[in-house]
């Protein structure tokens, strides 16, 4: 067996089946106050690790403010949304427990 690396850019979409792996990933790179995904949900566990900046998740009927060094963990089918906040870039590893992306956008 071969094990070799894949270089992934900044902002990037990786879904897991293209390259023989369970889950599949999305990196995320920017300094746009206010930009994020709209409400939407995925029928598996998705996993954000913050690198750095922040971010306003809502996730349910709950807010909370994400921050460089955190994990946040969303559940199956919860309905979640987040936007950029000021105060440097973004950057995080979104994990989605499935070889491929399967969102229900909600609005």
Not at 14 to 23: A, K, M, Q
Not at 62 to 83: C, K, N, T, Y
């Amino acid at each position: 067996m071969t094990v070799a690396p894949i270089d992934v850019a900044l902002d990037a979409n990786i879904e897991g089946h293209l390259i023989g792996s369970p889950v599949s990933i999305i990196r995320e790179f920017t300094s746009a106050v206010g930009s994020g995904p709209r409400l939407h949900r995925h029928p598996y566990v998705e996993t954000f690790v913050i690198h750095r900046g922040r971010a306003l998740f809502t996730v349910g009927d709950q807010q909370v403010v994400g921050a460089g060094g955190q994990v946040l963990v969303v559940p199956a089918l919860v309905d979640h949304r987040f936007e950029v906040l000021d105060g440097g870039t973004y950057e995080a590893t979104h994990i989605h427990a499935s070889d491929r992306f399967i969102t229900e956008w909600l609005e």
